[in-house]
């Protein structure tokens, strides 16, 4: 992946300095190791950064169609409710949303995550993006959103939904399964998206 501005910097620590005589072949071999590390540690620093406003746009798309379901937004104040240890009811429409879109950033930050670790250990067959290799980019978009949808629908739901979950489990799963696929999308595009004009 090409990082813009930390791309360059495993490059300005290979090169000659000064120094090097004085220093001896001891500080050549740390630098050629921070170099090593430093070419494979900005990916992973910088994916999630990237990730994490990615998801943010796709959870946002992902809005559209919970908006237009009957209870699209259910999964927002049932997740709300869990985190404040109260009732979907009792939860007011901003801290759905907050909820929300709070989600999205920290599934995006996995993404991204996914996405770095993935890159370095499968192989770069082909691109979608500049610096956005296929396999582990859809890969780590089908992992977050498998998680995303499996931990609400079968976790979440069940304990925290109360009455949303005794009648209408199956209806709320369903329109969860297609906001979460809205969303996975959004992800898919927006990601490489952001790396290429981040890099």
Do not use: N
């Amino acid at each position: 992946m090409d990082f813009g501005l930390l791309s360059g910097l495993p490059a300005a620590l290979s090169a000659p300095t000064v120094a090097d005589p004085l220093l001896g072949a001891g500080a050549a071999a740390s630098r050629e190791v921070a170099v090593s590390l430093l070419s494979r540690v900005s990916p992973m620093l910088l994916s999630p950064v990237l990730g994490a406003v990615a998801g943010l746009v796709a959870a946002v798309a992902m809005t559209v169609p919970m908006s237009k379901q009957s209870e699209g937004f259910t999964p927002a104040y049932v997740a709300a409710a869990a985190l404040r240890g109260s009732r979907p009811d009792d939860v007011r429409f901003r801290d759905a949303v907050l909820a929300h879109h709070v989600a999205g950033l920290l599934v995006g930050a996995a993404y991204g995550f996914l996405f770095a670790l993935l890159g370095a250990l499968l192989p770069r067959l082909v691109a979608v993006a500049d610096g956005v290799a296929l396999l582990p980019h859809v890969a780590s978009v089908a992992l977050v959103v498998a998680f995303v949808y499996v931990f609400f629908a079968y976790l979440v739901l069940p304990r925290t939904g109360g009455v949303v979950y005794e009648e209408q489990a199956t209806a709320v799963r369903g329109q969860w399964l297609r906001s979460t696929l809205v969303f996975g999308a959004a992800l898919s595009v927006v990601g490489p998206l952001l790396v290429t004009v981040g890099g």
